[in-house]
């Protein structure tokens, strides 16, 4: 018997929900990795990513392996042994670049903020001017805390010490819309299982011409699997074989991709923000609160701090077991004091927030805590109209 997953809904850090279409799309019979319909999928699956991530790079593909395989190839062409890297460490996420980048035997200094608060420029400009920097490395939305960082003055600041900029896209990839080429951002990895609602999986990649130049003249080749040059020879014009291209998930991002389009980024932007703000309107009801304020968080990821007395493990089997509903657990320093809500893609809807909101309360309540449930929801549903 094939494995039939239960019904749950989606609403941790990912993987978000995916659509009909999409899976539809992923059980469709395969096609050969050279044979000239999927070649021609592959070259419209990269427009369309060129286009979420607000660039023209020529190399801008699907990585097969999930994001953190994306921040391999990122780190592996653009990074050699002896540089000097500045990474922003505020989450896990900034953490995980930062060891990746010591694993290359890059020189890494760490500017690190508190889980929750945001990078401080200031420290990052100092760091940078520091020394010599091959590089500025930072996670746009970190999915630990839920900061969404502020891009412009850190693209500032790599361009003016001529340092490669590279970009943990992961959470605001399909999100939001991304400005890469305006910013100067020279490398930039993602995920399908989060905003793009397709299966994880694959890790959409771009790099500038810079990076390229900066693989090419590395001492050492990359890693045969991530070297841009390598894979530029599938991707591009050539055609040559380098791997297996994974055929289903591309069918399943390429319709990924079309919702996207047929939507247009600007109402899928919209539609994050509001269903964040309704949540986040509900929240005071129930005795919660967010980490992070309103205007540095993520709008498709929402940290959420328990009140003293709930505790994190009853609380998320609960909602698990008796609504059907997958929230995040805490990472790092804020394990077992948060929990995380994601609204990505095809979750974020305002029926999935009310129905969060009413088995949050139940779930509260549960604990031995009075708790305004169907306030909750009517502040979200208010919230979401004005
Ligand atoms: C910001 C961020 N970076 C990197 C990753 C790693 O991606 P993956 O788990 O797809 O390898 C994640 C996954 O949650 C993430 O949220």
Redesign the pocket.
């Known amino acids: 018997m094939p494995f039939e997953p239960p019904d749950v809904l989606l609403l941790g ?2 993987p978000s929900p995916t659509s009909e279409a999409v899976r539809r799309a992923q059980a469709a019979p395969l096609l050969g990795h050279l044979d000239p319909s999927f070649l021609g999928l592959l070259d419209q699956v990269q427009q369309q990513l060129r286009a979420l991530f607000g660039t023209q790079n020529r190399f801008t593909l699907p990585i097969a392996g ?4 994306g ?1 391999e190839a990122v780190v592996a062409n653009c990074v050699e042994p002896g540089d000097r890297v500045v990474v922003g460490v505020h989450g896990v ?1 900034g953490q ?1 670049m930062a060891e990746a980048l010591r694993r290359t035997g890059a020189q890494v200094v760490e500017v690190r903020a508190d889980f929750g608060a945001s990078l401080d420029p200031a420290a990052i400009a100092a760091a940078v001017a520091a020394a010599p920097t091959a590089a500025l490395a930072v ?1 746009h ?4 805390t839920g900061v969404l960082t502020d891009l412009e003055p850190l693209a500032a600041i790599a361009r003016s010490a001529g340092a490669l900029f590279l970009l ?1 896209c ?2 605001s990839l399909a999100g939001m819309p991304l400005e890469l080429d305006r910013l100067g951002v020279d490398a930039a990895f993602s ?1 399908t ?2 905003c793009l609602s397709a299966p ?1 999986g694959l ?1 959409p990649v771009t790099l500038s011409e810079r990076a390229l130049a900066k693989s090419a003249a590395r001492a050492q080749r990359p890693p045969f699997y991530f070297d841009a040059a390598l894979l530029t020879g599938y991707f591009g014009a050539d055609r040559a074989y380098h791997h297996t291209a994974p055929v289903s998930m591309i069918y399943a991002l390429a319709a990924a991709l079309d919702e996207v389009a047929a939507e247009g980024l600007p109402s899928r932007a919209d539609r994050h923000r509001r269903v964040a703000a309704s949540l986040r309107a509900g929240l005071p009801h129930l005795g919660l609160q967010a980490l992070v304020p309103a205007a540095q968080a993520t709008p498709m990821l929402t940290t959420i701090c328990y009140p003293a007395g709930v505790d994190d493990k009853a609380f998320r089997a609960r909602l698990r077991q008796h609504h059907g509903i997958e929230v995040g657990g805490g990472l790092g320093t804020l394990a077992g004091k948060v929990f995380r809500v994601g609204l990505m893609g095809h979750g974020a809807r305002l029926e999935n927030v009310t129905t969060a909101l009413g088995a949050f309360g139940l779930a509260i309540e549960q604990q031995g805590r009075e708790v305004d449930t169907e306030g909750a929801i009517r502040a979200a549903l208010v919230a979401h109209d004005g």
């Open positions: 850090p990912g999930t994001g953190t395989a921040m996420f995980r996670v939305a970190e999915t630990s943990d992961v959470t995920g299982q989060k994880p890790s």
